[in-house]
T-cell receptor, first 113, second 114 residues
Framework: DGGITQSPKYLFRKEGQNVTLSCEQN?????MYWYRQDPGQGLRLIYY???????QKGDIAEGYSVSREKKESFPLTVTSAQKNPTAFYLC????????????FGPGTRLTVL | QKEVEQDPGPLSVPEGAIVSLNCTYS??????FMWYRQYSRKGPELLMY????GNKEDGRFTAQVDKSSKYISLFIRDSQPSDSATYLC??????????????FGKGTLLTVNP
């Protein structure tokens, strides 16, 4: 079964703590993306990676960090520097050069207590 | 002015109605247009993809693009309760600096009542 998995589905964090969201894909896609979705805001791009060991900031990268050590995996760390981290986080992937056809994971809902 | 404008709704229709969802955009570099459907607490799924002006049909869904007016639409015929979801338009430019990024509308929440 090919697809994108994100874990956990729900995550709670205390203020001041870093937390890492997992994203794994077995679609053999080169490119992977992280988005944040807030009510009434649509999807906003946090980071993207077009190949292993390379990634670029999106529109709202401040307070986030990523790594891309393996093709299948693109974890996102929400650091304590992110001022308003409570949101729905979506990971996506695509074939290299086919940014217009992205496949999304089920999302992780992060709540900061 | 935001690059992509989409009325967030909510939109509520009776079963069987024709639904019209719309987005306008300001960036003339956008060349590829997508509609995603997102059920509550799930990831978006690609519903329709178009790249030229005109209509594209897929079952009960029709995507329409008018590049001269910078306006795209999604029509749903014979709407069903299972169509209740948030519909997001998305578009991408075909130029070197921007073709890595999808730009999304805010999404329109649709409810189809049985």
């Amino acid at each position: 079964d090919g697809g994108i998995t994100q874990s956990p589905k729900y995550l709670f964090r205390k203020e001041g703590q870093n937390v890492t969201l997992s994203c794994e894909q077995n679609l053999n896609h080169d490119a992977m993306y992280w988005y944040r979705q807030d009510p009434g805001q649509g999807l906003r791009l946090i980071y993207y990676s077009q190949i292993v060991n390379d990634f670029q900031k999106g529109d709202i990268a401040e307070g986030y960090s990523v790594s891309r050590e393996k093709k299948e995996s693109f974890p996102l760390t929400v650091t304590s520097a992110q001022k308003n981290p409570t949101a729905f986080y979506l990971c996506a992937s695509s074939i290299y050069g086919e940014t217009d056809t992205q496949y999304f994971g089920p999302g992780t809902r992060l709540t900061v207590l | 002015q935001k690059e992509v404008e989409q009325d967030p709704g909510p939109l509520s229709v009776p079963e069987g109605a024709i639904v019209s969802l719309n987005c306008t955009y300001s960036n003339s570099a956008f060349q590829y247009f997508m509609w995603y459907r997102q059920y509550s607490r799930k990831g978006p799924e690609l519903l329709m993809y178009t790249y030229s002006s005109g209509n594209k049909e897929d079952g009960r869904f029709t995507a329409q693009v008018d590049k001269s007016s910078k306006y795209i639409s999604l029509f749903i015929r014979d709407s069903q309760p299972s169509d209740s979801a948030t519909y997001l338009c998305a578009m991408i430019a075909n130029e070197g600096g921007s073709n890595y990024k999808l730009t999304f509308g805010k999404g329109t929440l649709l409810t189809v009542n049985p």
